[in-house]
Structures are given as structure tokens and as C-alpha cells.
């Protein structure tokens, strides 16, 4: 008697339990591997849609990330953690400030990630030192043309139209750390028609080893900030954040995004506006770091208007 009794009771409190708590809706993802590019090694791509995604006709802005096996999973990651991109996005969408957004992941190409992220401006500008340093960190052509060339005319249409997304300029964003962060830099100056929103995490101004370099190449630094100013273009609604932290590969940024900075607020772009520039102290050049911030960085980023 006493077991049925029991059983009847565990069969009530099961009952009780709503249907959603055993499977909450926290987005889902799509692999794409071997997904050939011109002129490019062979790409790879994972992206999230978020959560409610199938189930409404909604559209959604769209977050392009480099390094993408480095943001969701972490057992397809380099290192053993992940930036959480997914639930740095939740997090974002909680405070009513974010819309929620599809994440597209594009995974670095193992050994070509440097020649597939180095601005090529920068490698054509660099005296001959420093381009015989990057030549060796490369390994091969720099490609980032024909990367960037494939991600906004041939990925972004494919996205497009295959997914329900905003496609507008201001409802997709590029983010990027570290090399990752200097062709997000690249993208927004080079294809302000199509980037309205981008973040350099982390970006590694000086390039090539920072040691070989001293504690800043006031050259290099000129020529980015220089190269930022020129070529950013008219606010317009855009929104630019950079950041970096204090610690292990990160201790050397300092004295370039402090260069950047003194000339874009010399620009007409309004600092914590349009563009925003952060440094967290401590914070290592690392995935873990990246995503303790992230939450804010997209807060920021993708803010609704108003």
C-alpha cells in the first residue's frame, strides 16, 4: 500500500514539473565543414541561431566571429576553452537592450590563420624588417583580401538567404580577437557599407612577436592610428569597440591603442557613442577573458537605437 502510495506521489510531483524546465530553449547550432572559398584554404563555419528561432518568422541581425571552433564547444577548441558566445548573447538579450542575434562562427584555417587575418594593408605598408617578419609568421601569401572578398560577397549573401536575418548594415557585426581583432578593424575601414558594428578584442597591433619589436614600435603605432582615423569614414550611426587587457600577450597593446585612441578622439566620432575603447586590468590574452567581457561588448555593440 505504502509503495503505491509513493509511486502515485512521485507520478504527481512529475507532474508538476513544466514541460520547458526539462529542455529550455538555449539555440541550437548548424556545421558546415569543408566549405571551399576562392583563393582561400578551405573553410569551416558553425552557427548558432538563437533560441525561438524555429518556432517564429522573425528576422535577426547577424554577429560574424573569427575563430570560430573557439566559441561554442569546447572540445572542438585550440586551447581547451571557449569565448561562450551563445551564452554570452542570452546574456546580452536578458537586460532588453539586445535583440537576439544569429552567430556565424568561421574557424581559423589551422596554419594559415596569420596570412588569412593579417590586414593586407598593413603588410604593404610594413618597411622591409617588418615584412620580412611577417612573411615568416605567414608562410605564404597574405590573403586577407580574398577573405574578407569571400565573407561579405559571398558568405554574407549565402547567410542572407538561407537564414532569416536583417541584412542591413547596421544589423551585422564583425568581432575578432587578437589577429582576429585586426581584420575585424579591417573589415569595418574597408566595407563600411556592409559592417556597421564591430569589436577588435585583444588586437595584436604589433603584428609579429611583440619582444623583437621592444616595448612599442612608434611607427607601427603611428601608422595604425593613422590608418584607423583616415579610413573609419563618417559615424553614421557605426559603432567601433576595441579593448585589450594588462597581462601576458595583452601587456604589450598599451601604447598602440592609447595612439589609436588620441586620434580617433580627434576625430568626429564620440567616444562611448560611437566607438568605445576598454582596458581590463589583470585580464590575460585569453578565450576565458574574452568571454567573462563579452556579455558587455555585446551589450554595447548591439544595443537597440535609442
Not at 509511486?7 to 507532474?15: D, M, P, V
Not at 544569429?102 to 615584412?131: E, M
Not at 580627434?266 to 567581457?293: F, I, L, M, Q
Amino acid at each position: 500500500m505504502l509503495g503505491r502510495v509513493l509511486a502515485a506521489l512521485c507520478a504527481l510531483l512529475l507532474a508538476t514539473v513544466p514541460a520547458h524546465a526539462a529542455a529550455k530553449d538555449t539555440g541550437r547550432l548548424l556545421e558546415y565543414e569543408q566549405v571551399p572559398a576562392a583563393g582561400l584554404p578551405v573553410q569551416r563555419l558553425t552557427i548558432w541561431l538563437p533560441p525561438g528561432y524555429d518556432r517564429s518568422k522573425r528576422r535577426y541581425g547577424v554577429v560574424y566571429m573569427h575563430d570560430g571552433h573557439n566559441l561554442f564547444d569546447v572540445r572542438k577548441s585550440n586551447f581547451n576553452k571557449i569565448w561562450a558566445a551563445d551564452k554570452a548573447m542570452l546574456a546580452a538579450m536578458r537586460g532588453g537592450k539586445v535583440a537576439p542575434h544569429i552567430i556565424v562562427g568561421i574557424w581559423a584555417p589551422g596554419n594559415d590563420r596569420y596570412r588569412q587575418y593579417l590586414p593586407r594593408p598593413a603588410y604593404d605598408a610594413a618597411p622591409p624588417a617588418l615584412r620580412a617578419q611577417m612573411d615568416a609568421m605567414a608562410g605564404g601569401p597574405i590573403v586577407s583580401d580574398a577573405y574578407l572578398t569571400w565573407i561579405a560577397e559571398t558568405l554574407k549573401p549565402w547567410v542572407d538567404s538561407h537564414l532569416r536575418t536583417r541584412s542591413g548594415r547596421d544589423d551585422t557585426a564583425i568581432v575578432g580577437s587578437s589577429m582576429g581583432g585586426l581584420m575585424s578593424c579591417y573589415a569595418f575601414v574597408a566595407r563600411p557599407q556592409v559592417f556597421g558594428r564591430a569589436a577588435c578584442v585583444s588586437s595584436h597591433w604589433p603584428a609579429v612577436d611583440p619582444t623583437k619589436l621592444g616595448d612599442a614600435s612608434p611607427e607601427l603605432a603611428a601608422y595604425w592610428s593613422n590608418w584607423l582615423a583616415q579610413g573609419i569614414g563618417a559615424r553614421d550611426g557605426r559603432r567601433l569597440w576595441m579593448d585589450h587587457g594588462t597581462a601576458t600577450l595583452d601587456a604589450f597593446y598599451a601604447p598602440y591603442q592609447e595612439a589609436i585612441d588620441a586620434r580617433l578622439a580627434a576625430t568626429s566620432w564620440r567616444r562611448g557613442t560611437d566607438w568605445e575603447s576598454k582596458v581590463y586590468p589583470g585580464a590575460e590574452h585569453e578565450e576565458n577573458a574574452w568571454a567573462a567581457r563579452l556579455p558587455e561588448l555585446f551589450t554595447w555593440l548591439l544595443r537597440r537605437p535609442g
